[in-house]
């Protein structure tokens, strides 16, 4: 591209200035050959009045007088290089004096004319006498004038004529010209070297210029144009250098921002897909995937809602599904007046739907824990005000009867509270060394008795004996007893219930696995939160209120263990507790 562009300087500049020197020189030749011209004219106009002035005498002598006439015509001759021609006031040629010209009538009529106009006191200054000498001429007539003696009245009493070839000044405009063109072959070549260094100092910061644009077109800002002479080319220079400088500061930030819009569009939990106006997916996050990876924006609703949108701008939601509950915002996307697409935000609301639903269980679950023993009460309180029952046997079983359903109330009441307390962190532990192993004996002894009731035996495998370990005997009690207790429910006549202790990746296992009917798998992750009932059928104050296990897993959480369960239908159940040993016996 810069080649081309140098070419054409190159040619612009030697147009432009052969153009320039051509027009000069041809006005300068010019104005010589008119000032060579107007100086002879006027140089002979001179001599010539000069002659006529000294030729008074004679021509008023009436005499002809040749030598005199020739020491005139040679002065004329030496001073400006004319012919000197002399008529009296009849028309008759005094000097030079020849058969072939004795008088003016013998000249062309424009020659005898201008003569004549010197008699009538007129100074003339022409080149028609050309046809006397056959070449170019310039000549020169002035009257010969005399005053009286009075001085008051002029005579013409002749002309004299001078005539002087051009052919000198002919010749020096020749010799101009011949310098002319000289002078253009010596210009035409230092034109040419002038032009070729111009261009290149002129082209070679355009061309680093024009490259460094290139380069921040690609993206590269860190270009720099380096362009050594103080002229305005500098000054683009540095102003192209500001400007990527600026853009690189702008693309950056650009660029940064990008970055941390695309990060928190990358890890936002929710889903977020972009349409164009064509109904395309261009941009969508990792979250969206996750969400909707059994095609879920594929739904005629989903579908719907975004041409919808995309039609009217109202903003939309959709919720679909039944085990996992998604819902789709949609809303229009607009640049400016122009719409743009459609952006869809996908949230999981399972959890929350679930925790609904768990809430209204919850309700519905604590109203029928209160129902079932408050109907029994109030039954049994009508009975003895009505009078029914007489007998004190009776009266004894219904004061019963009130009492067990009262303390019932009171379990149920006091779980909630317990539960209460748990989730609003009001719950300290009252630490002190506990021998885990006796703990375990003891309760084992405890709960057999209930056990023999089912003959369920109860056995302690210690595989290890765990070590003395710092925690709350009451809150660990009450939670193995829970274990026990739901263990002893679930168990068949003639089964067993094993407790087990070890340790294992520096944590004291202690786990309880029965024989019972065991857990269907999908009822597992739903074991430790309220009121939640494997058997939906069972309920009352004597099955259990189904808080028993949520008490238990906040007990292991505050002492810093976890909860795991496993179950087979029909084969049985395990839950393993596991609490952190102390420091030095973990060491």
């Given at each position: 591209m810069?080649?081309?562009?140098?070419?054409?300087?190159?040619?612009i500049?030697?147009s432009?200035?052969?153009?320039a020197?051509?027009?000069?020189s041809?006005v300068?030749?010019f104005?010589?050959?008119?000032?060579?011209?107007n100086?002879?004219?006027?140089?002979m106009l001179?001599?010539?009045?000069?002659?006529?002035?000294?030729?008074e005498?004679?021509?008023?002598?009436?005499?002809?007088?040749p030598r005199?006439?020739?020491?005139?015509?040679?002065?004329?001759?030496?001073?400006v290089?004319?012919?000197?021609?002399?008529?009296?006031?009849?028309?008759?040629?005094?000097?030079?004096?020849?058969?072939?010209?004795?008088?003016?009538?013998?000249?062309?009529?424009?020659e005898?004319?201008?003569?004549?106009?010197?008699?009538?006191?007129?100074?003339?200054?022409?080149n028609?006498?050309e046809?006397?000498?056959?070449?170019?001429m310039?000549?020169?007539?002035?009257?010969?004038?005399?005053?009286?003696?009075?001085g008051?009245?002029?005579?013409?009493?002749?002309?004299?004529?001078?005539?002087?070839?051009?052919?000198d000044?002919?010749?020096?405009?020749?010799?101009?010209?011949?310098?002319?063109?000289?002078?253009?072959?010596?210009?035409?070549?230092?034109?040419?070297?002038?032009?070729?260094?111009?261009?290149?100092?002129?082209?070679?910061?355009?061309?680093?210029?024009?490259?460094?644009a290139?380069?921040?077109?690609?993206?590269?800002?860190?270009?720099k144009?380096?362009?050594?002479?103080?002229?305005?080319?500098?000054?683009?220079a540095?102003?192209?250098?500001?400007?990527?400088?600026?853009?690189?500061?702008?693309?950056?930030q650009v660029?940064?921002?990008?970055?941390k819009?695309?990060?928190?569009?990358?890890?936002m939990?929710?889903?977020?897909?972009a349409?164009?106006?064509?109904?395309?997916?261009?941009?969508?996050?990792?979250a969206?995937?996750?969400?909707?990876?059994?095609?879920?924006?594929?739904?005629?609703?989903?579908?719907?809602?975004?041409?919808?949108?995309?039609?009217?701008?109202?903003?939309?939601?959709?919720?679909?599904?039944?085990?996992?509950?998604?819902?789709?915002?949609?809303?229009?996307?607009?640049?400016?007046?122009?719409?743009?697409?459609v952006?869809?935000?996908?949230q999981?609301?399972?959890?929350?739907?679930?925790?609904?639903?768990?809430?209204?269980?919850?309700?519905?679950?604590?109203?029928?824990?209160?129902?079932t023993?408050?109907?029994?009460?109030?039954?049994?309180?009508e009975?003895?005000?009505?009078g029914?029952?007489?007998?004190d046997?009776?009266?004894?079983?219904?004061q019963?009867?009130?009492?067990?359903?009262?303390?019932?109330?009171?379990?149920?009441v006091?779980?909630?509270?317990?539960?209460?307390?748990?989730?609003?962190?009001?719950?300290?532990?009252s630490?002190?060394?506990?021998?885990?192993?006796?703990?375990?004996?003891?309760?084992?002894?405890?709960?057999?008795?209930?056990?023999?009731r089912?003959?369920?035996?109860?056995?302690?495998d210690n595989?290890?004996?765990?070590?003395?370990?710092?925690?709350?005997?009451?809150?660990?009690?009450q939670?193995?007893?829970?274990?026990m207790?739901?263990?002893?429910k679930?168990?068949p006549?003639?089964?067993?219930i094993?407790?087990t202790?070890?340790?294992?990746?520096?944590?004291?296992?202690?786990?309880?696995?029965?024989?019972?009917?065991?857990?269907?798998?999908?009822?597992l992750?739903?074991l430790?939160e309220?009121?939640?009932?494997?058997?939906?059928?069972?309920?009352?104050?004597?099955?259990g209120?189904?808080?028993?296990?949520?008490?238990?897993y906040?007990?292991?959480?505050?002492?810093?263990g976890?909860?795991?369960?496993?179950?087979?239908?029909?084969?049985?159940?395990?839950f393993?507790?596991?609490?952190?040993?102390?420091?030095?016996?973990s060491?």
């Amino acid at each position: 591209m810069f080649r081309g562009i140098t070419s054409k300087l190159v040619v612009i500049f030697i147009s432009v200035t052969m153009l320039a020197t051509l027009i000069t020189s041809i006005v300068f030749v010019f104005l010589f050959s008119d000032y060579a011209y107007n100086e002879k004219q006027n140089l002979m106009l001179h001599c010539a009045r000069e002659v006529a002035g000294a030729m008074e005498f004679e021509m008023l002598s009436g005499e002809d007088r040749p030598r005199v006439f020739e020491d005139y015509a040679r002065i004329v001759n030496g001073t400006v290089n004319s012919d000197l021609w002399v008529v009296d006031a009849d028309g008759n040629f005094k000097y030079p004096i020849s058969e072939e010209r004795t008088n003016i009538s013998q000249l062309t009529q424009e020659e005898a004319s201008i003569v004549r106009s010197a008699f009538q006191n007129t100074a003339t200054i022409t080149n028609s006498f050309e046809s006397c000498f056959d070449t170019p001429m310039i000549s020169v007539v002035v009257p010969v004038r005399v005053t009286d003696e009075a001085g008051q009245k002029t005579v013409i009493i002749g002309a004299v004529l001078l005539h002087a070839s051009v052919d000198d000044i002919d010749q020096t405009f020749r010799s101009a010209q011949g310098i002319l063109f000289i002078a253009a072959l010596i210009a035409v070549p230092i034109a040419i070297f002038v032009a070729v260094i111009f261009s290149l100092r002129f082209t070679r910061p355009l061309k680093n210029m024009s490259s460094a644009a290139r380069e921040i077109s690609e993206g590269n800002y860190k270009i720099k144009v380096k362009v050594r002479e103080r002229n305005e080319l500098s000054t683009l220079a540095t102003s192209l250098n500001h400007m990527a400088a600026a853009l690189d500061n702008t693309i950056g930030q650009v660029n940064s921002e990008r970055d941390k819009l695309n990060n928190i569009i990358d890890n936002m939990s929710d889903g977020i897909a972009a349409y164009d106006c064509n109904m395309n997916l261009y941009r969508y996050n990792s979250a969206l995937l996750r969400l909707c990876g059994d095609g879920q924006l594929e739904f005629p609703d989903v579908r719907q809602a975004l041409q919808h949108s995309m039609a009217d701008g109202q903003m939309r939601t959709v919720v679909c599904g039944e085990e996992n509950v998604l819902r789709f915002t949609v809303s229009q996307i607009r640049d400016g007046s122009r719409i743009a697409g459609v952006l869809v935000i996908v949230q999981d609301i399972s959890q929350s739907e679930r925790l609904e639903k768990m809430r209204n269980e919850f309700v519905s679950n604590v109203s029928h824990e209160f129902r079932t023993p408050l109907t029994i009460i109030k039954g049994s309180i009508e009975a003895l005000m009505d009078g029914a029952v007489t007998e004190d046997k009776d009266i004894v079983t219904f004061q019963q009867r009130i009492y067990n359903e009262v303390t019932a109330l009171e379990h149920l009441v006091n779980d909630l509270l317990d539960i209460s307390r748990f989730k609003a962190g009001k719950i300290t532990l009252s630490l002190r060394p506990v021998d885990m192993n006796k703990l375990l004996a003891d309760l084992r002894d405890s709960m057999q008795l209930i056990a023999d009731r089912k003959r369920i035996r109860l056995v302690l495998d210690n595989e290890i004996r765990l070590p003395i370990m710092e925690v709350d005997y009451d809150r660990l009690r009450q939670l193995f007893i829970i274990f026990m207790d739901n263990a002893i429910k679930f168990t068949p006549v003639n089964g067993q219930i094993t407790l087990t202790t070890a340790i294992r990746d520096r944590m004291a296992l202690i786990a309880v696995r029965d024989t019972g009917v065991g857990i269907p798998e999908e009822d597992l992750p739903f074991l430790f939160e309220r009121f939640y009932k494997v058997d939906k059928a069972r309920g009352g104050s004597k099955e259990g209120t189904g808080l028993g296990l949520s008490i238990a897993y906040q007990i292991v959480q505050l002492h810093g263990g976890t909860i795991r369960v496993t179950s087979k239908m029909g084969k049985g159940s395990c839950f393993t507790t596991l609490l952190p040993l102390p420091k030095e016996e973990s060491e």
